[in-house]
């Protein structure tokens, strides 16, 4: 089973930016797709961004434009690089990774917007 880590999460002021990571411990992991999910309070889980194994990126309307999903194959880590933030996107973000159908879960960082 693939192990993933998310770092990166904190208070930031809106209009700031953050950068996430995810490690894998996966030796597969430059075959494997990644991406990320975000849960609100007193909301459902929902897509925020995804990456192919490659390279090819997909994301959620509301945050074209602001944020972009990267890897680094030789690092096993897959980055959400996150700008302009706004308080609605106070979140806690979870990384995932899939591969032949079996999908791993990180276990989140927790992202605040907050003035």
């Known amino acids: 089973q693939v192990q993933l880590v998310e770092s990166g999460g904190g208070l930031v002021q809106p209009g700031g930016s953050l950068r996430l990571s995810c490690k894998s411990d996966g030796v597969i992991f430059s075959l494997m797709h990644f991406g990320w999910h975000r849960q609100a309070p007193g909301k459902e889980r929902e897509m925020v961004a995804s990456?192919?194994?490659?390279?090819?990126?997909m994301y959620a309307d509301f945050v074209k434009g602001r944020f972009t999903i990267s890897r680094d194959n030789a690092k096993n880590t897959i980055y959400l690089q996150m700008n302009s933030l706004q308080p609605e996107d106070t979140a806690v973000f979870y990384c995932y990774g899939r591969y032949l159908g079996q999908t791993n879960w990180g276990s989140g960082t927790q992202v605040t917007v907050s003035s």
């Open positions: 990456i192919t194994a490659g390279g090819s990126t």
